[in-house]
């Protein structure tokens, strides 16, 4: 039987320990008798709700071929196991989905540069010419500002108070 394993991995682990991570996580799969079909890094992204006082974890998605009595062992050692904050698993009659997943709030990892893959350039913002009109409209000199406020102040509603 074919299942599919969510694995959510702390952001305590930093873009490049996460390969090493998922590895490990491979091991304990191998170890209780299965065998993974396929695992693919989904990226850093943001929890709905934080969990020991961890807001990000890096989602990772995995298909493993596994006898129905030993999911038992894989559940008990992902609980057991540091590496993964939270996981879920999940049977998979149908087999391995050809369709790639797409996070709506993905994060990709760094490249060796120490940018993110989507990253786009940062442009200088322009002003649009209908924003330099009003500004210009609204300011006033300190002789005109002067002026309205004698007249405040001059008015009835001061003579009232």
Known sequence: MIYEIMSIIPSKFSDSEIDGVVANIEKLFVTAGAK??????????????????????????SYVTVEGEKVQKIDQD???????????????????????????????????????????EERPRQERPAEAATTEKARMSTAELNDKLDQILDSDIMKNI
């Open 36 to 61: 993974v079909e396929k695992t693919t890094n989904l990226g850093k992204i943001k929890l709905a709700y934080p969990i020991d006082h961890i807001r990000f974890g890096t989602y990772v998605l």
């Open 78 to 120: 992902l609980r057991l196991s540091e590496d993964v904050l939270r996981h879920m698993i999940v049977a998979r009659p149908e087999g391995i989905p050809a369709a790639t997943f797409r996070m709506a709030s993905y994060q990709p990892p760094l490249t060796p540069e120490g940018r993110r893959s989507g990253e786009r």
